[in-house]
């Protein structure tokens, strides 16, 4: 086995998230001996060439909740201090329309 295959394990789950000019991968994947972790991926496409440039992290599980209290904590720091404004992208053919926040649904983040 090459590195290659070392570092691309079996994926269990996928969730893909389009916002607006970046998208992001939640991706739940197994280790040899069938440990979960999670990597999140940020994907945005260059204007200039269009070639698309990536970001990842690893999260496991041990890390879990360490991490979720941090990014509420900060999430919760920035709607404190400055106007958060959530835009909801359709897609359609090709095209993304930006809708503000709560115009035709009921979600809401929380951790």
């Known amino acids: 086995m090459g590195d290659f ?3 691309e394990r079996e994926e269990v789950f996928s969730k893909k998230v389009r916002a607006g000019k970046r998208t992001y991968f939640f991706d739940v994947k197994a280790t040899r001996s069938n440990d979960y972790y999670v990597t999140i991926t940020e994907s945005k ?4 060439d269009g070639v698309f440039i990536k970001h990842k ?3 496991y599980k041990e ?3 360490k991490f979720a209290e941090g990014l509420k904590e900060t999430v919760e720091y920035i709607k404190a201090n400055q ?3 959530e835009k909801r992208y359709e897609y359609s053919e090709g095209t993304e329309v930006a809708k503000p926040a709560g115009a035709d649904d009921d979600f809401s983040f929380e951790i």
């Open 5 to 7: 295959d070392n570092r």
């Open 45 to 48: 496409k260059r204007l200039e």
């Open 57 to 59: 992290i690893f999260l």
């Open 63 to 65: 890390d879990f909740e």
């Open 83 to 85: 106007e958060v404004v």
